[in-house]
């Protein structure tokens, strides 16, 4: 893992794309989509199965690994109210009472508007943003606010990496600005979208099992 220091914590990146927090064993997933193949399947979208059991299995990958206590879930939890569907819903609940134990905070997005808060069986907190922990905000929308250094996602982000003969490749991306930091969508099936980074900020790319630091932009 790459660990780097913003809001006076520090932060360890995760090839996994979630990122966290060792002082408090926390750990961070933006974007997570739990249903979202089920929810296109119901709009008549073929779209391949499993996606939510191995969303949920790298989840107990890493709670096991770095003996997680709490896991924030910085909005975008469920898809859609048609996320909702007897499989997931199940699927979900088997992975809660695997993990009785662990704190669980979702901080609302935007899908988690449409889709309502997670049923009270799973036991998840439900709360608006920004939730403060220490000298960071977690949120889901990657705007600045006054209570600290803002950990989001949303974005979904992803950098492009131009090769030869117009070849390029696109991969996840964590983008930290100087107020704002931006995790990568975590659920197994989530689309990407290119950011641009300015000058100053740093971008870390995921590729395979390994985080790596891009070089900066410089300036113009």
């Not at 909702?84 to 809660?96: G, K, L, P, V, Y």
Request: proline share 8%.
């Amino acid at each position: 893992m790459t660990t780097i220091t913003v809001g006076g914590q520090a932060l360890a990146l995760l090839p996994e794309k979630a990122a966290f927090l060792p002082e408090s064993h926390t750990l961070l997933v933006a974007d997570a989509h739990i249903g979202k193949a089920v929810s296109f399947r119901r709009l008549g979208v073929p779209v391949p199965r499993g996606t939510t059991t191995e969303t949920l299995g790298v989840l107990t990958t890493l709670v096991a690994r770095l003996a997680v206590q709490r896991i924030v879930f910085l909005g975008d939890f469920f898809h859609s109210v048609r996320s909702h569907a007897a499989s997931t819903m199940d699927a979900a609940a088997r992975w809660r009472g695997e993990h009785a134990a662990l704190e669980l905070t979702l901080v609302r997005g935007n899908h988690d508007d449409r889709a309502g808060d997670p049923p009270a069986h799973l036991g998840i907190t439900a709360v608006d943003e920004p939730l403060q922990l220490g000298g960071l905000a977690l949120c889901h929308h990657p705007d600045t606010v006054t209570e600290g250094y803002v950990l989001a996602g949303h974005v979904h982000p992803c950098i492009r990496l131009a090769g030869r003969a117009h070849d390029s490749l696109r991969l996840p991306c964590f983008w930290f600005g100087p107020q704002v930091g931006v995790l990568p969508a975590f659920g197994s099936f989530t689309g990407m979208h290119a950011v641009r980074p300015e000058p100053g900020d740093r971008v870390f790319g995921v590729a395979d099992d390994k985080v790596l630091e891009l070089p900066p932009k410089p300036p113009t």
